[in-house]
C-alpha cells in the first residue's frame, strides 16, 4: 500500500519562500515521473510541476516557472518543491503524486500540505 506524506507547508509573507518536502512510499517509486498538485480554496486541483524518474526533465506550470524548483531523491523515496518569491495566488493546499507523460495524476494522494502567503 502507498503511503503519501506531503509537509513543509505554512504561513509566510508575501516574497518569502518555502520548501514542501513528499515522502512517497511506493517500491515502484524509482520507475515514475513525480509531480506536484494544488488546490486552492474553492478551485479545482491543478498541476504545479513534475520531475522525471532520474531527476531530469523537470516541468512547471507557467504560473510558477522561474519561482519553483522541483527534485527528488530516489533512495529516500522524496520529492522536494522549493518554492520562491511567494505570492497570495500560490496560496492552496500542495499535494504531490505519481504522474504520466502528460503530466496527469496517476498515483495515491496524501492529506497535503497547507500554504498561505499574506500580501
Same mark, same amino acid.
Given at each position: ?46 498541476? +504545479?510541476?513534475?520531475?522525471?524518474? %532520474?531527476?531530469? &526533465? ?5 504560473? /510558477?516557472?522561474? !519561482? ?30 505519481? +504522474?504520466?507523460?502528460?503530466?496527469? %495524476?496517476?498515483? &495515491? ?5 497547507? /500554504?498561505?502567503? !499574506?500580501?
Amino acid at each position: 500500500q502507498v503511503e503519501v506524506v506531503e509537509s513543509g507547508g505554512g504561513l509566510v509573507q508575501a516574497g518569502e519562500n518555502l520548501k514542501l518536502t513528499c515522502v512517497y512510499s511506493d517500491p515502484t517509486f524509482n520507475d515514475y515521473a513525480m509531480g506536484w498538485f494544488r488546490q486552492a480554496p474553492g478551485q479545482g486541483r491543478e498541476f +504545479v510541476a513534475s520531475v522525471g524518474w %532520474s531527476g531530469l &526533465s523537470p516541468h512547471y506550470a507557467d504560473f /510558477v516557472k522561474g !519561482r519553483f524548483i522541483i527534485s527528488r531523491d530516489n533512495a529516500k523515496q522524496t520529492v522536494y518543491l522549493e518554492m520562491n518569491s511567494l505570492n497570495p495566488e500560490d496560496t492552496a493546499v500542495y499535494y504531490c503524486t505519481r +504522474v504520466y507523460a502528460d503530466f496527469r %495524476s496517476s498515483g &495515491s494522494w496524501g492529506q497535503g500540505t497547507q /500554504v498561505v502567503v !499574506r500580501s
